[in-house]
T-cell receptor, first 118, second 111 residues
Framework: DTGVSQDPRHKITKRGQNVTFRCDPI?????LYWYRQTLGQGPEFLTYFQNEAQLEKSRLLSDRFSAERPKGSFSTLEIQRTEQGDSAMYLC????????????????FGPGTRLTVL | RKEVEQDPGPFNVPEGATVAFNCTYS??????FFWYRQDCRKEPKLLMS???SGNEDGRFTAQLNRASQYISLLIRDSKLSDSATYLCVVNPTGGGNKLTFGTGTQLKVEL
């Protein structure tokens, strides 16, 4: 399977603990995105990388959240001191990025990591 | 006003029916538009990009009206397997290609 993969698929943690999620994008894609989705809502943008550079962060991304993409391949999203409001599906997507063709902006999503904070 | 607005539904239609979803967006400078499909507890999957000239893919037709800031999706001859949530998605200019999603429209196709 050459799609976007995410690990773990499910995570249950206690309030106050730290959690880390991993995303492996489609190998030819240089852009990687993180989104968060809660029940009944569409995904909300958190942050994105072009290769290893983090180019934009949403105001949703409090200082308890940090994302990295150290070698421009896989990415990690860490949440420190989790709160019950952090419970959501965390989705990763990847795309080719801009190149003059609309299809290069099409983003493909991984299966997500479902986080439950007790 | 939300950046992307959709009727949440649900739309309950019989198999074989034609159904249309509409979506409005607030940023007039938006450049790219998409429809994604999302099944329950699964990730969104790209259904189709929406081009200014309109585009068709089998039973699915997407239209864009930039003047009215309006996007539509038409599904003909609906199948049971079309039951899902359809997300209207906009890529705002200067947004670094981040996507802004509507809340989705739920479709249920029934026998």
């Amino acid at each position: 399977d050459t799609g976007v993969s995410q690990d773990p698929r499910h995570k249950i943690t206690k309030r106050g603990q730290n959690v880390t999620f991993r995303c492996d994008p489609i190998s030819e894609h240089n852009r990687l995105y993180w989104y968060r989705q809660t029940l009944g809502q569409g995904p909300e943008f958190l942050t994105y990388f072009q290769n290893e550079a983090q180019l934009e962060k949403s105001r949703l991304l409090s200082d308890r959240f940090s994302a990295e993409r150290p070698k421009g391949s896989f990415s990690t999203l860490e949440i420190q001191r989790t709160e019950q409001g952090d419970s959501a599906m965390y989705l990763c997507a990847s795309s080719f990025g801009t190149s003059g063709s609309k299809s290069y902006n099409e983003q493909f999503f991984g299966p997500g990591t479902r986080l439950t904070v007790l | 006003r939300k950046e992307v607005e959709q009727d949440p539904g649900p739309f309950n239609v019989p198999e074989g029916a034609t159904v249309a979803f509409n979506c409005t967006y607030s940023n007039s400078a938006s450049q790219s538009f998409f429809w994604y499909r999302q099944d329950c507890r699964k990730e969104p999957k790209l259904l189709m990009s929406v081009y200014s000239s309109g585009n068709e893919d089998g039973r699915f037709t997407a239209q864009l009206n930039r003047a009215s800031q309006y996007i539509s999706l038409l599904i003909r001859d609906s199948k049971l397997s079309d039951s899902a949530t359809y997300l209207c998605v906009v890529n705002p200019t200067g947004g670094g290609n981040k996507l802004t999603f509507g809340t989705g429209t739920q479709l249920k196709v029934e026998l």
